[in-house]
Each structure stands twice: as C-alpha cells, then as structure tokens.
C-alpha cells in the first residue's frame, strides 16, 4: 500500500514568495495532519482535518499560513508571503479513524529553506 | 508545562547492548495514548510502539518494549541488542482522550539522538 506522499521533498525559495506544500494521504484514512518539525520548537501541530474539514488550527502561526483539503486524497499548505522564519521540514501524516491505537502514518517531508 | 519530557538529549550505546530512553508526560486526563517514533537521518517519521493508558500489560514489538510506570507518568523505550541501523532521534508523543471521543492529533517531546557505537 502506499503511504502519505507529500510534494516537493526541498524546496528552495526566496523570503515573500508563495509556497505550496502539497499532501496526499493513505487511502481511507479519515484525518489529516500537518505539522512543522524546526530545531528549535521540534514537532508541532499546525492543524489537522477530519473528513476534509479543518477541526482544529490553532497551531497555524499566523495569516501567512493557509491549508485546504479540497477532497480525501489531496491536501496543501500554502505560505504567502513567506519569511526566512518558515525554514523547517513539514510533515503530513493521516490516520483512519477505527483502530485500537491511532498511530499516525508520516509522508516524508518537505523542507522547506526561505532565503 | 510540557506535556511530554525527554531529558536525554543525546545518548550512546554499545552495539548488541540494551539501552533506555526516558520520556515523562504531563495530562489530567485518565484515557491517553503514548508512542514512539523514530526518525533516521532521511527525516522520515517512523511509529514504533503504542501503549495505552488502560493497558496493564508493557507494550512490547521485537526488540522494543515499553516500561509504562502510570504513577510515575513515565512511558520510556527500552531497545534491546542494539544495532547500528538504530542510530536515529527518537520521539516520544502523547493522544490525550480516547479517539472515540473526538482525541487524534499527537503532542511530541523534543526526542533524544540515540548513536549506536560499534
């Protein structure tokens, strides 16, 4: 089965362009997560979907940052304007609803350097 | 105040020697779930055991177990006979609820670099 495949895996990028991170998750999986992963701060939740809805994005830093799960099988995160700040590698992860132990299944990543 | 605690930031052991990771956390809830991730090098995110607060018995998977003290609020990884390929950050991680009540995102420690010495 395929996993969570997230695009780019690097993306290199000048501080005020528009960034699009994009996710797609295991097939029949009912949530979907983004989280940023920095030295500082290590992993945080940015916001996280149930059935293509945002439930909670309390963790999404500021305006500059939007997410959208337009169906069950696609998902992006978009920074715009971005800043040198938004360095970080950022993980996509879903789970299915059922199951005794509700792990989380993680893409590989995108990191993301803003010159 | 941090819900999960990993006071190891780096760790060494000797290849074929068993080692433990400490992982404290922090919830007034009575139903949570704890697990472990491993992080490689290549950055991907690997699940490698759960234990749930309700579970009387310590998780075990292969050569990972985990030592649940629940007075304690202590949940560390214990990996036996260590290999070199078990070099990794380590991430310990915490659901507070139970999934049927709503509860799914994971909260996560700051992880301990475990290096595996041959």
């Known amino acids: 089965d395929a996993g969570v495949i997230q695009s780019p895996r690097h993306e290199v990028t000048e501080m005020g362009q528009e960034v699009t991170l994009r996710c797609k998750p295991i097939?029949?999986?009912?949530?979907l997560f983004w989280y940023r992963q920095t030295m500082m701060r290590g992993l945080e939740l940015l916001i996280y979907f149930n059935n293509n809805v945002p439930i909670d994005d309390s963790g999404m830093p500021e305006d500059r940052f939007s997410a959208k799960m337009p169906n069950a099988s696609f998902s992006t995160l978009k920074i715009q304007p971005s800043e040198p700040r938004d360095s970080a590698v950022y993980f996509c992860?879903?789970?299915?609803?059922?199951?005794?132990?509700?792990?989380?299944?993680f893409g590989e990543g995108s990191r993301l350097t803003v010159l | 105040a941090q819900k999960i605690t990993q006071t190891q930031p780096g760790m060494f052991v000797q290849e074929k020697e068993a080692v433990t990771l400490d992982c404290t956390y922090d919830t007034s809830d009575q139903s949570y779930g704890l697990f472990w991730y491993k992080q490689p090098s290549s950055g991907e995110m690997i699940f490698l055991i759960y234990q749930g607060s309700y579970d009387e018995q310590n998780a075990t998977e292969g050569r990972y177990s985990l030592n649940f003290q629940k007075a304690r609020k202590s949940a560390n990884l214990v990996i036996s006979a260590s290999q070199l390929g078990d070099s990794a950050m380590y991430f310990c991680?915490?659901?507070?609820?139970?999934?049927?009540?709503?509860?799914?995102?994971?909260?996560f420690g700051k992880g301990t670099k475990l290096s595996v010495i041959p």
């Open positions: 992860a879903s789970r299915r609803r059922q199951g005794r132990t509700g792990e989380l299944f």
């Open positions: 097939s029949g999986h009912d949530y």
């Open positions: 991680a915490m659901r507070e609820g139970s999934p049927g009540a709503g509860s799914y995102q994971l909260t």
